[in-house]
């Protein structure tokens, strides 16, 4: 053998060999989602747009809070479907079956049971947010859809898992978010009611679920199994890896969308609008870590099962680095050009512009540190992640109500911001120590850095209209002299809606 240290040189050729398979397997599904989850983002802020322009600001407002009520169990019952990119890359076509199988019957049972809830809650919800019948209605509206929403999300974690990249974003980026602004037109336009648009957007998601489910059965040869040897010593694996996950779910669906509840008893529908249009704009930032993502579970899954550890470390370098400077990149122009951004949704929206920048740097937080919560659950680490998301859905407990009863909406946006700096930073402190991965090198300033001359470029030039804007980013910053001297401001009846309880 040669004493010039050839096995390390092979060790150092395998990873890198499993380095180029596992980036050409995300860069593959990446290159497929950008287009698409950009038509799906694009086709979901004309949705948006046909609803504030056509019905107003305050019918979406009412619309926006009880979808994102429905959407907050939605998220928790989802917590089940993580099994399926973590399992399904390893198992044999007869494991795929009986895992999909039970994954299915799981989450929709789960996601029924959610629903009732929700439906016989209806009332109550309505009356401590102080709302209207027509809340209600549309809260029951989405309740009886809860399963519809889950099965949609069910199927597309099993395109995921078997890395079937075309129908994937087929199903989720084109044929849902097209058919959604199809109802949002007509509901908008021609109907102008709501509810219709609410009950049609559940039909859709619930029509779209089954169609992938078919092309599933017929092209990938997925058939129902419940019964089998070793097939309980599976779902038992199952449970006990998505329990944690559905239990964590809770804390984590709190911290993503505890918000809604929180504007909807202590502020207005239109703050409630505000905030879901300042976090579907914010989030075409997240694009390229949208991109990367879907395809890194089981990419990682794989790796992690088979021990390749320094492929994982050195696949999280690079992916986590691209995702940076993309996300800077797309950052610039949303804060320099906010005000016409927003007010493409109304007049309404675009006072509540100086907001959007805090929205951004929520997004630049939630992604600086790339897929730190999926390798977590990759590695097996979903008690220590339920353990996190606990911890911090506990401050934030403690921080939001006084921050929004103190400063209304722009207390709510910078708790948002505080959300996701700590989760993602504390995430990736425990997957340190856990298991010695870290995404940062001394490139991941390089785009940070590059970055700065636009933002002076912006203050300097934006000098002019700061001071004549001067007042609108008073109120929108909540200043409680601002509130004091506008009684617009300090009701439910005004855009922002603050009032103390």
């Known amino acids: 053998m040669p004493a010039d240290g050839s096995p390390d040189e092979e060790a150092v050729d395998d990873v890198t060999r499993r380095l180029d398979d596992a980036l050409e397997r995300v860069a593959h599904g990446a290159a497929v989602s950008v287009p698409s989850i950009l038509l799906q983002r694009g086709l979901t802020v004309v949705f948006t747009a046909a609803l504030t322009n056509g019905l107003g600001a305050a019918p979406y407002g009412l619309f926006a809070l009880a979808r994102r009520i429905q959407r907050f169990l939605a998220r928790i019952v ?13 198992a044999d076509q007869e494991e795929r079956d009986a895992l999909a199988t039970f994954a299915s019957l799981l989450l929709l049972g789960v996601a029924t049971v959610f629903g009732v809830g929700l439906f016989l809650a209806a009332p109550r919800i309505t009356s401590m947010a102080d709302q209207t019948a027509q809340f209600e209605l549309l809260v029951r509206v989405f309740a009886l859809g809860m399963p519809a929403s889950v099965w949609l999300f069910t199927v597309t974690e099993v395109l995921r898992g078997i890395e079937a990249v075309a129908p994937l974003n087929l199903t989720l980026r084109l044929a849902f978010p097209a058919a959604q602004l199809v109802v949002g037109v007509v509901g908008a336009f021609v109907v102008g009611d709501i509810v219709f648009v609410a009950g049609g957007v559940l039909a859709v998601m619930g029509l779209t679920g089954v169609a992938a489910a078919v092309w599933i059965v017929r092209a990938r040869g997925f058939r129902p199994r419940l019964r089998g040897p070793g097939l309980p010593a599976l779902r038992r694996r199952y449970l006990e890896y998505t329990v944690p996950l559905f239990l964590g779910g809770i804390a984590t669906t709190t911290q993503r969308l505890g918000f809604y509840p929180l504007i909807a008893v202590f502020l207005s529908g239109v703050a409630g609008g505000v905030f879901a249009v300042g976090v579907l704009v914010s989030q075409l930032v997240r694009l390229p870590l949208m991109a990367i993502n879907q395809f890194i579970p089981p990419v990682a899954a794989a790796l992690n099962e088979e021990g390749h550890d320094d492929a994982l470390s050195r696949l999280y370098h690079v992916t986590s680095r691209l995702v940076l400077v993309g996300v800077v990149a797309a950052a610039v122009p949303v804060v ?3 005000e016409t951004v927003m007010a493409a949704f109304g007049p309404t929206f675009t006072e509540y512009a100086p907001l959007l920048t805090l929205f951004v740097l929520a997004q630049i937080a939630a992604c600086a540190a790339g897929s730190v919560g999926i390798l977590l659950r990759m590695t097996d680490h979903q008690q220590a992640l339920l353990v996190t998301n606990v911890g911090i859905t506990t401050v934030l407990a403690i921080v939001a109500v006084p921050l929004t009863v103190e400063f209304g909406l722009a207390g709510v946006v910078w708790t948002y911001l505080l959300m996701l700096t700590l989760n993602n930073g504390i995430e990736v402190a425990v997957l340190y120590h856990l298991e010695g991965l870290q995404p940062f090198t001394k490139r991941h300033s390089y ?42 401001w300090g009701s439910r009846r005004s855009s922002g809606g603050w009032r103390r309880r």
């Open 78 to 90: 989802l917590g089940f479907r993580n099994g399926l990119s973590r399992f399904l890359p390893t």
């Open 336 to 338: 320099v050009y906010r």
């Open 447 to 488: 785009p940070l850095v590059a970055a700065l001359p636009f933002g002076g470029s912006r203050s300097s030039r934006g000098r002019s209209l700061r001071a004549s804007s001067a007042p609108s980013s008073a109120r929108c910053s909540g200043w409680r002299r601002s509130r004091r001297r506008s009684g617009r």
